[in-house]
């Protein structure tokens, strides 16, 4: 990507997430998350394992941080967001929790401010694939402490059904997004010494009609234990709406 697009990209960026969440907006494509228990709940067991007693920053925490559930176990907890909007808002949400222990600010994700080595743990929804990712990484890697992790759950960019209804509804993601692609996943493990990926969300996607009537949980618990089934087999993971991440032992810098 060329240097002289990235004020733009990231203004863009800000100015998108900056609306969205100012007006809390929920486009069509909303209803889709309501499948998607399977692997947020994925991502919180992962962090919150990880996280009692450690310094743990949630990068690109939006206006609803995760990293409050994880707040009170952990040592401290820092966010960071493009978005001053949600920044604003995840500091009101801590204050309104009594937390001590808890940070949100304005960042570039991909120039970080802080010193090499701050965190034992970096975890993020959703996020990397609004990022250049090799940038995005180097920095993850040079602020997290040797033996730290990294865990993010980010939408995956295979499935031509799925991409089929991202062309069909532009207006709900930003120009630069870029779901991950298998060649994404090897970069990060290029990262780390050690790189795990469960896949989630094929089947799933069909309780969506679902929501809200009485079988809608029954059906998609089948369906869930259906994509585990789907997913052991190699290759399959092209199919998945979205991965967890579990990213560990970072590479050593340079």
């Known amino acids: 990507m060329s240097h002289e697009l990235e004020p733009e990209r990231k203004e863009s960026e800000r100015r998108f997430h900056d609306a969205r969440f100012e007006h809390e907006v929920r486009g069509p494509v909303h209803k889709f998350y309501a499948v998607t228990e399977a692997s947020t709940e994925r991502l919180r ?3 919150s394992r990880r996280s009692r007693g450690k310094e743990v920053l949630e990068y690109g925490c939006g206006p609803h941080p995760d ?3 994880f707040a009170r176990d952990a040592a401290t907890i820092t966010g960071i967001d493009i978005s001053g909007v949600a920044a604003r808002r995840a500091t009101e949400a801590a204050q309104a929790a009594g937390l001590r222990n808890a940070r949100f ?3 570039d ?3 970080m401010e802080f010193e090499d080595d701050s965190f034992d743990l970096v975890f993020g929804t959703s996020i990397l694939h609004h990022l250049e990712l090799e940038r995005s990484l180097s920095e993850i890697v040079r602020v997290l402490r040797p033996g730290g992790t990294a865990v993010f759950l980010e939408p995956l960019g295979h499935n031509p059904a799925i991409n089929l209804y991202r062309r069909l509804t532009p207006r709900y993601r930003t120009p630069d997004e870029h779901p991950l692609m298998m060649a994404d996943l090897r970069l990060a493990s290029s ?4 790189a795990r990926y469960s896949f989630h969300h094929f089947l799933s996607l069909l309780a969506v009609p679902l929501r809200g009537a009485r079988p809608f949980r029954p059906v998609l618990r089948g369906l ?3 994509d585990k089934t789907i997913f052991r087999v190699p290759g399959a ?3 998945a709406w979205f991965v967890v991440m579990v990213l560990e032992r970072p590479a050593p810098r340079g």
Do not use: I, S
């Open 224 to 226: 869930d234990l259906a």
């Open 45 to 47: 067991e992962e962090v």
């Open 105 to 107: 600010v304005v960042m």
């Open 237 to 239: 993971g092209r199919l």
């Open 109 to 111: 994700a991909e120039q």
């Open 191 to 194: 990262f780390f010494g050690e």
């Open 67 to 69: 990293a409050l559930a």
